[in-house]
């Protein structure tokens, strides 16, 4: 049984940083491209940051470029996102997600992800 499980959010004020991980297991994680989104109350969810099966490489949406730094161990099958100077804007539950296919580029678009977290709630206040 596949399990994605993310922890870490909260409530942080703007300008502050939290460190989110997300536990994988029941699945190939180090050949799978692993992606975090975000969704924010009222609106559709969106992309955040995807890094690829090896950690060689990563993107990010332009919004958050510069703050977030996403990463992997793949000794641990765990997921990790760097939350730096937060925004009001960044208030959202968090979601991680595990390509649906191995070794495969999975990129932006939420369809190619096949596993999903339950979420974790990140509130950030002005």
């Known amino acids: 049984q596949v399990q994605l499980v993310e922890s870490g959010g909260g409530l942080v004020q703007a300008g502050g940083s939290l460190r989110l991980s997300c536990a994988a297991s029941?699945?190939?994680?180090?050949?799978?491209?692993m992606g975090w989104f975000r969704q924010a109350p009222g609106l559709e969810r969106e992309f955040v940051a995807v890094?690829?099966?090896?950690?060689?490489?990563?993107y990010s949406a332009d919004s958050v470029k510069g703050r977030f730094t996403i990463s992997r161990d793949n000794a641990k099958n765990t997921l990790y996102l760097q939350m730096n100077s937060l925004k009001p804007e960044d208030t959202a539950v968090y979601y991680c997600?595990?390509?649906?296919?191995?070794?495969?580029?999975?990129?932006?678009?939420?369809?190619?992800?096949?596993?999903w977290g339950q979420g974790t709630r990140v509130t950030v206040s002005s």
């Open positions: 997600a595990a390509a649906r296919s191995l070794g495969s580029w999975a990129g932006t678009n939420e369809y190619e992800y096949g596993y």
């Open positions: 029941g699945l190939t994680f180090s050949r799978r491209d």
């Open positions: 890094i690829r099966w090896s950690g060689g490489s990563t």
